[in-house]
């Protein structure tokens, strides 16, 4: 937050493309395991965006002849998203357990690899002032506004409203219009966009039908005021 004419200038946390994120954390001593060794693996997962994320997956992948785990292969988590009273990035850390396997007598060494899967639902939102021209054959040299298309940065998330395109079209009823509004949305994230109704079906492995990838609800309101 910024002080602007002796108030403060609340922080503007819809904005940006960055989402939930996770990363290991504190693995220099995890690199060299011996077979029977046990260890835990902390994974912390941080909310960059605007969007509550009260019911997200995770999903472990690894080599199941090189390791085992009592952890299951996808679990649950909830974190909150930024907002102007906390704008600041919340951040929870899982600890998965491990356990080196035995290796074959004439094996060395291995190496393999552990990998962490987030999948979350989230909304985006964009707010814009919106003008309603009736005069649509542009008669009138004065107007109170006009039409303007908008662009985006973000909103505080991967999927990300990019533009909006207003246009009047003539109605059929001579004193009336029919406002058009072609939204964009693009993905700006390194993820996939799945239907809200099968993240969980996607973060576990299962079979998702390809009408459910790239597929995301839009919902358009305009203030009746």
């Given at each position: 937050a910024g002080c602007a004419s002796g108030g403060?200038?609340?922080?503007?946390?819809?904005?940006?493309?960055?989402?939930?994120?996770?990363?290991f954390s504190s693995v220099d001593g995890l690199r060299d395991l011996f077979p029977g060794q046990d260890f835990q693996?902390?994974?912390?997962?941080?909310?960059?965006?605007?969007?509550?994320?009260?019911h997200g997956y995770f999903h472990i992948g690894l080599?199941?002849?090189?390791?085992?785990?009592?952890?299951?292969?996808?679990?649950?988590?909830?974190?909150?998203?930024?907002?102007?009273?906390?704008?600041?990035?919340?951040?929870?850390?899982?600890?998965?357990?491990?356990?080196?396997?035995e290796l074959q007598e004439q094996s060395q060494g291995i190496q393999s690899r552990i990998t962490f899967t987030l999948c979350y639902p989230y909304d985006t939102v964009a707010t814009l002032p919106?003008?309603?021209?009736?005069?649509?054959?542009?008669?009138?040299?004065?107007?109170?506004?006009?039409?303007k298309?908008?662009?985006?940065?973000?909103?505080?998330?991967?999927?990300?409203?990019?533009?909006?395109v207003p246009r009047m079209l003539s109605h059929n009823s001579r004193d009336r219009i029919l406002p058009e509004f072609r939204i964009t949305v693009a993905n700006r994230g390194q993820g996939l966009?799945?239907?809200p109704e099968r993240v969980q079906a996607f973060c576990s492995g299962g079979t998702v039908e390809p009408n459910y990838l790239n597929t995301a609800i839009v919902r358009v309101f305009i203030d009746e005021d």
């Amino acid at each position: 937050a910024g002080c602007a004419s002796g108030g403060i200038t609340p922080e503007n946390v819809r904005a940006g493309t960055k989402g939930v994120e996770a990363r290991f954390s504190s693995v220099d001593g995890l690199r060299d395991l011996f077979p029977g060794q046990d260890f835990q693996l902390p994974v912390e997962i941080t909310n960059n965006g605007a969007s509550d994320v009260p019911h997200g997956y995770f999903h472990i992948g690894l080599e199941k002849d090189v390791f085992e785990t009592t952890a299951p292969a996808v679990g649950v988590f909830n974190i909150p998203g930024r907002s102007v009273a906390n704008p600041i990035p919340r951040t929870q850390t899982i600890r998965i357990p491990f356990t080196v396997r035995e290796l074959q007598e004439q094996s060395q060494g291995i190496q393999s690899r552990i990998t962490f899967t987030l999948c979350y639902p989230y909304d985006t939102v964009a707010t814009l002032p919106v003008c309603i021209d009736p005069d649509i054959d542009n008669k009138e040299t004065q107007k109170p506004c006009t039409p303007k298309s908008i662009s985006f940065n973000g909103q505080g998330g991967p999927l990300a409203i990019t533009s909006i395109v207003p246009r009047m079209l003539s109605h059929n009823s001579r004193d009336r219009i029919l406002p058009e509004f072609r939204i964009t949305v693009a993905n700006r994230g390194q993820g996939l966009v799945v239907a809200p109704e099968r993240v969980q079906a996607f973060c576990s492995g299962g079979t998702v039908e390809p009408n459910y990838l790239n597929t995301a609800i839009v919902r358009v309101f305009i203030d009746e005021d």
